[in-house]
């Protein structure tokens, strides 16, 4: 027998079969949403929002969520990272393998110094994206490499040209690595490409293949140099104290001495003023006795005296004229 159908049952099986598939359907997309919303920045990270592709907003570490075919976003790389020039590959090897380079990297190494000498120089950019905004909509990644290869490869030529080859290969590193990094942070300012230098280390400057044993001998005579300068330097602060102690010596001496003299000139200045007291007192006197205090002092030094009488005709009598005459 045929199956009779109610038909209120079959709208209420119809109406549960398309709120079942309008559910469905709406959480269908409420997972698209939510899968294709939402999304992480890591630490090293910074996310540029675009809307109908233009600049919306800027966003860091942490989980987020963005519009579904309205919002884009783009996630930065701000990690420092860097080059190692003049190659311009990425310096990821080892410092033996460094140091390893063969002829024709040498060859792109060369810079041409101040007084027209060549020097082998090789150093590392350190770079970090420090403006997402700039980055995006300036140039892409392969593009701000070749930039920054470009503005450090004119630098460091017109840096190492205003220099001697003696000033680059010996004391001045410091100095030339410092004006570089100062001048490619301007110039990358110029080029608003979202991009700094954080640090410039020259790694490696020597001068080339050919010219190296003289170099080396220059070296070794500057070391000689160095060493009989320190070792002069050595002398002096050995002797300097000594000098000084006997200065002081001497000093101290002569001190004493002036002291000492002007005790006697005060004493020979209060015994004069004291003869003189006395012969405002008594002058003949006093004169007297200053007059035989000079004899007594002049007559003890003279040697043998003769003294001879005022009644006395001649001298023969008192003479000895043959001192080794037995006398009568």
Not at 254 to 269: D, F, P, T, V
Request: hydrophobic share 40%.
């Amino acid at each position: 027998m045929p199956q009779n159908f109610d038909p209120d049952e079959i709208r209420q099986a119809t109406r549960q079969v398309l709120s079942t598939g309008i559910i469905a359907m709406a959480a269908m997309l409420v997972i698209y949403v939510v899968w294709s919303g939402v999304y992480t920045v890591r630490e090293y990270e910074r996310a540029v929002v675009l809307r109908f592709g233009r600049y919306h907003s800027e966003v860091g570490p942490g989980l987020h969520f963005k519009l579904p075919w309205i919002d884009r976003r783009v996630l930065i790389d701000t990690s420092e990272r860097s080059l190692r020039l003049p190659s311009g590959t990425q310096d990821t090897s080892t410092r033996g393998q460094q140091m390893k380079i063969n002829k024709m990297e040498e060859e792109q190494s060369l810079i041409l110094t101040g007084d027209l000498f060549a020097a082998v120089v090789e150093w590392t950019v350190i770079w970090r994206v420090t403006d997402p905004q700039e980055y995006v909509f300036s140039i892409n990644e392969r593009q701000v490499e070749d930039t920054i290869l470009a503005v450090a490869r004119s630098t460091m030529h017109r840096v190492v040209g205003d220099y001697s080859a003696d000033e680059i290969l010996t004391g001045k590193r410091n100095e030339i690595a410092a004006a570089a990094l100062e001048e490619m942070t301007e110039q990358l300012a110029v080029y608003q490409c979202g991009v700094s230098v954080v640090d410039l280390q020259l790694q490696r400057v020597t001068p080339p293949e050919r010219v190296r044993p003289a170099f080396d001998d220059v070296n070794a005579s500057i070391q000689q140099r160095d060493q009989l300068v320190n070792e002069a330097r050595r002398e002096r602060n050995k002797m300097i104290p000594t000098a000084m102690a006997n200065s002081d010596k001497l000093i101290r001496e002569a001190e004493g001495y002036a002291a000492r003299r002007r005790a006697e000139a005060a004493g020979e200045i209060a015994a004069l003023l004291s003869k003189y007291e006395s012969y405002k007192e008594a002058p003949e006197v006093t004169r007297q006795r200053m007059y035989l205090e000079s004899m007594e002092r002049v007559l003890s030094t003279s040697g043998p005296k003769t003294i001879l009488d005022s009644d006395l005709k001649g001298l023969l009598p008192m003479l000895n004229l043959n001192p080794t005459a037995t006398a009568p």
